[in-house]
Nanobody, 111 residues
Framework: QVQLVESGGGLVQAGGSLRLSCAASGFIWRINNMYWYRQPPGEQRDLVASITASGATNYADSVKDRFTISRDNATNTVYLQMNSLKPEDTAVYYC?????WGQGTQVTVSS
């Protein structure tokens, strides 16, 4: 059974940092691309960052130079380091691989 479990969300002031984690199990981790999405209140879910099995990364323009996606193949975990957070980064953040989604973790940035 595939499981993606996010953690690390919370409340932070603008300019602060958070690191999200997504622990994966139940599939062949090493060949899968991993993704972070976010969904602000009342809006659609959008792609934030992605990382391939070989470690190539890509970012939405709105988070470039502030967010960093990484993966630890020894622990089947993908991370999203978020720096210089802004109120507009407030959203539920989801981890995704293939067709599977995690349950999401809330990130709230206060001004």
């Amino acid at each position: 059974q595939v499981q993606l479990v996010e953690s690390g969300g919370g409340l932070v002031q603008a300019g602060g940092s958070l690191r999200l984690s997504c622990a994966a199990s139940g599939f062949i981790w090493r060949i899968n691309n991993m993704y972070w999405y976010r969904q602000p209140p009342g809006e659609q879910r959008d792609l934030v960052a992605s990382i391939t099995a070989s470690g190539a990364t890509n970012y939405a323009d709105s988070v470039k130079d502030r967010f960093t996606i990484s993966r630890d193949n020894a622990t089947n975990t993908v991370y999203l380091q978020m720096n210089s957070l802004k109120p507009e980064d407030t959203a539920v953040y989801y981890c995704k691989s293939n067709v599977f989604w995690g349950q999401g973790t809330q990130v709230t940035v206060s001004s």
